[in-house]
């Protein structure tokens, strides 16, 4: 049985609240749990006590019979100091898409049109033609 400490979502419609708990792995998300091992209440404030609640020994109890967490889990668990913190990377997230890239490629295409026509030489006008003679 492959067990996951992970969220429970709770709460009313567009009211979240979530319970921390032990559950197996084939379980629904909302459903049967083997133990509640905490709460978290995104609503409140991020610097609130009551955000996120945790029994860590209890915890760490569930990560030693080989219990994997989840990735939001495993945040919590780094910011309260229980897990040491990994490095993540995500190296394509940050990329532009197909319009902004197209949108990057017609701005510097016009700038550099408009670079060379300000080098370009400039022709006298035919003002100027007549001033000089």
Sequence with gaps: MSMKIRLARGGSK?????????????????GRYIEKLGTYAPLLAKDSEDRVVMNVERIEHWLGQ?????ERVQRMLEAAGVRPKTERNNPTKG????????????????????AEAANAPAEETPA??????
Excluded: L, N
Aim: glycine share 4%.
């Design 14 to 30: 567009k009211r979240p609240f979530y319970r921390i708990v032990a559950a197996d792995s084939r379980m629904p998300r909302d």
């Design 66 to 70: 080989g219990a994997q967490p989840t």
């Design 95 to 114: 990329t532009p898409g197909k319009k902004a890239t197209a949108r990057v490629e017609e701005k510097a295409a016009k700038a550099a049109a408009a």
């Design 128 to 133: 100027e033609e007549t001033a000089a003679e």
